[in-house]
């Protein structure tokens, strides 16, 4: 079993401003890649959605140890790599600078869409609060055909500490946190880098977990470069790792591109021979991811 800590903060000054960037369902991925990538067993799961990209090759040797390795942890992460799998610890708060304050719905009256009479402009020291993920992901992935729609809450870990979500502020889906983002006076429901705490209580007491909604541009943009492919972000609660919207040669990558769940097969820097992997697009809904392509576990989890 080893454990390190790779110490690479990234301080980044977020500007209060709205962000709508949109995401990701849609097409296929290389035939020959696929194979390498994707089981012939099928897992039963949530939703009965198959994917085309269907082959005959297991994957269960899929081993995602040196994404994990050579990602970029901020200093408030720990990574245990054991056999099999991987632990990912840290308080919850990202390695990044937020704004001074967000609109945070309080708890009872929020009812999708956000009104401006149901948030408060709350300070972030009160806002967000120090949360402790503690996550056991798989190293060795295995693709599904079937697909699992992720749930709210928790559906994936980032390299800045912090939680990733799905699209959605409720579980029937009709509203987008990105898309329906709005702004009181400067202060906004959804900051800069599409991240925002969950809802306080009426006494100002809470959870205050601290989560992306979409791209974290505060960390791609300190951690990509132009012309090349995005750097693993983190990875999700099926194991397979997860990027920014950069994909070959630097190229943003649609919605088109990708699967219905925002995913493809091809080689990333991290795993140049190809892997399964996500992206977090920006043309338009679904930002983050909304289903898994692997095989997983999930459960139902807080929204806002």
Do not use: K
């Amino acid at each position: 079993m080893m454990t390190f800590h790779l110490n690479r903060p990234r301080r980044l000054f977020i500007a209060l401003t709205a962000v709508c960037a949109l995401a990701a369902c849609g097409s296929s991925a290389d035939d020959a890649i696929i194979a390498e990538a994707e089981p012939t067993n099928d897992s039963t799961t949530d939703t009965d959605t198959t994917d085309t990209n269907s082959s005959d090759t297991d994957s269960s040797d899929t081993d995602t140890t040196a994404g994990v390795e050579s990602a970029q942890w901020g200093d408030n992460v720990s990574i245990t790599i054991g056999d099999g799998e991987f632990r990912f610890e840290s308080d919850g708060i990202p390695n990044h600078e937020l704004p001074d304050q967000f609109l945070v719905p309080q708890e009872g009256s929020f009812s999708p869409p956000v009104g401006e009479d149901e948030v408060t402009a709350v300070d972030t020291s009160v806002a967000v609060v120090e949360t402790t993920v503690d996550q056991t992901i798989t190293l060795n992935p295995v693709y599904s055909e079937t697909t699992t729609d992720t749930n709210l809450g928790i559906i994936g870990v980032t390299i800045s500490g912090a939680q990733l979500f799905n699209d959605y502020e409720d579980p029937d889906r009709s509203f987008v946190a990105v898309d329906d983002n709005f702004s009181i006076d400067g202060i906004f429901f959804v900051d800069s880098c599409n991240g925002h705490p969950l809802a306080l209580a009426a006494d100002g007491s809470g959870q205050g977990t601290y989560h992306y909604h979409g791209i974290p541009y505060c960390i791609t943009d300190a951690i990509d470069a132009d012309g090349e492919h995005s750097s693993i972000l983190g990875f999700l609660l099926d194991g397979f790792p997860f990027y920014g919207p950069q994909d070959e040669g630097g190229a943003t990558i649609t919605s088109d591109e990708l699967d219905e769940c925002s995913g493809h097969v091809g080689p990333t820097p991290e795993f140049p021979e190809g892997i399964y992997h996500y992206h977090l697009t920006e043309d338009r809904s679904p930002y983050t991811v909304d289903c898994y392509h692997g095989e997983v576990e999930v459960s139902a989890g807080p929204g806002r």
